[in-house]
């Protein structure tokens, strides 16, 4: 295993130990453990009061044999399968975790609302897959069973290997880009806001409820060029802010060139860039906060600015930073 890949690893684990201590399925509100290998995909829906699982499907079943592995054509089956069992098991109330980028195009997005997924991701297979996963969700809700999508924009905070780790990483080595110059408007998340949001849309949540059948973005309703949030987060890294600017058009290009080359390639690891991260970098895009206000009753508690001085004290308190590589 490479030096790269044991660092995410140990981030996956540490994110699942922090998961863990927080997130406790019981009867009335389980939760949905997805477990993901090079050859198989398993979920089960778990209580962990009584220490059961509810409901379970996996690839390694004989009914999906025919179409095993961790392929989408698989993970849409086993989703298929535990949306059944779980409705059969007597679950109610769902709430489905999604993406902005399920409806984003490439175009900006000022003010908007939670559009209809789209399938027209091209060789962008988060956002497609993303959006494979909404249709179904929102397909299963009904009169017994009720169904509500939340996608949180571009989550963030303490631990985050993802946007945080990627940019103190790249910050410290001195290979920080930004697209466009960082001038484009985006809306981004705090991870506690997210978890709040999660909370009111289950609370919220039941048949015949507003919020039923319904999809909504949760944001931190401010929206900041995007250079003022990676500087930020580079000083609560303690990393320089020494970014190099790449145009939208020549990222686009060359995000395209990659789609189109790295799995020929035969590289498993995540390119340095794709069309759609050039997208998301280079255009600007924040959300009408209204919707999950009115409907699920719930509003970010924690602004930018409280979270990157929480931030801060999490890379004092554990003394990690993008110069260490962990």
């Not at 897959?129 to 989550?155: S, Y």
């Not at 340095?272 to 970010?300: I, M």
Request: charged fraction near 25%; hydrophobic fraction near 40%.
């Amino acid at each position: 295993m490479t030096k790269i890949a044991q660092i995410r690893r140990n981030g996956r684990l540490r994110r699942h130990r922090r998961v863990r201590k927080k997130v406790h399925g019981t009867a009335a509100r389980p939760r949905l453990a997805v477990f993901r290998s090079n050859r198989h995909l398993s979920v089960q829906v778990i209580d962990d009061d009584a220490g059961t699982t509810l409901a379970a499907a996996s690839t390694t079943e004989s009914v999906l044999r025919s179409n095993s592995g961790a392929t989408v054509a698989a993970a849409t089956q086993v989703g298929t399968l535990i949306g059944e069992r779980a409705k059969t098991a007597g679950i109610e109330r769902v709430v489905h975790v999604s993406s902005p980028s399920v409806a984003h195009d490439g175009s900006p997005i000022i003010g908007g609302g939670a559009d209809p997924a789209v399938s027209a991701h091209g060789a962008a297979w988060y956002p497609e897959t993303k959006a494979i996963a909404e249709r179904m969700a929102l397909a299963a809700n009904g009169a017994d069973t009720a169904v509500t999508v939340i996608r949180p924009h571009l989550v963030w905070g303490p631990g985050d290997t993802q946007l945080v780790g990627r940019i103190a990483e790249r910050a410290a080595a001195g290979r920080l880009a930004l697209v466009g110059g960082g001038t484009a408007l985006v809306d981004t998340t705090y991870v506690d806001n997210a978890t709040a949001a999660l909370v009111a849309a289950l609370d919220a949540v039941r048949p015949g409820a507003r919020c039923a059948g319904r999809a909504y973005v949760v944001s931190n309703g401010e929206p900041r060029p995007i250079r003022e949030l990676v500087e930020g987060i580079c000083a609560a890294a303690g990393v320089p802010f020494e970014p190099r600017d790449v145009g939208l058009a020549v990222a686009r290009r060359v995000g395209s060139v990659i789609d189109r080359v790295w799995p020929r390639l035969g590289r498993e690891d995540e390119p340095p860039l794709t069309r759609f991260l050039a997208d998301q970098l280079g255009t600007a895009h924040w959300f009408d906060p209204r919707p999950a206000r009115d409907d699920l009753g719930w509003t970010p508690h924690v602004s930018i600015d409280d979270g990157l001085r929480e931030l801060a004290e999490w890379f004092d308190r554990t003394g990690r930073s993008g110069n260490d590589g962990r």
